[in-house]
């Protein structure tokens, strides 16, 4: 079993920023790829930020904003989150695609969720 565990989320006004972390343990043999999704009230859950095999991507509306930084020997990846704006209120999930050995196919594993709301 594998357990994504994160914190970081809070309140915070627009133009400030804040940092989410995400911790991967349990049966990991190897990670494919991390990322952060989000989804905020009556929306799909949309995907923040990935890594995987070294690159790095970011959906537009993050571009310039956030930073995505993995730790690979510790199986963390954290976002850091800067010029916060209202529209990036959002519960943030982590994602990690994770094999459980060197045999098996890789499955998806999600944290929990955390809550990230941006207002004056």
């Known amino acids: 079993q594998v357990v994504l565990v994160e914190s970081g989320g809070g309140l915070v006004q627009p133009g400030g920023s804040l940092r989410l972390s995400c911790a991967a343990s349990?049966?990991?043999?190897?990670?494919?790829?991390m990322a952060w999704y989000r989804q905020a009230p009556g929306k799909e859950r949309e995907l923040v930020a990935t890594t995987s095999g070294g690159n790095t991507n970011y959906v537009d509306s993050v571009k310039g904003r956030f930073t995505l930084s993995r730790d690979s020997a510790k199986n963390t990846v954290d976002l850091q989150m800067n010029s916060l704006k209202p529209e990036d209120t959002a519960v943030y999930y982590c994602?990690?695609?994770?094999?459980?050995?060197?045999?098996?196919?890789?499955?998806?594993?999600w944290g929990q969720g955390t809550q990230v709301t941006v207002s004056s």
């Open positions: 994602y990690s695609s994770v094999r459980t050995g060197p045999r098996s196919v890789a499955f998806a594993y």
């Open positions: 349990g049966s990991i043999f190897s990670i494919n790829a």
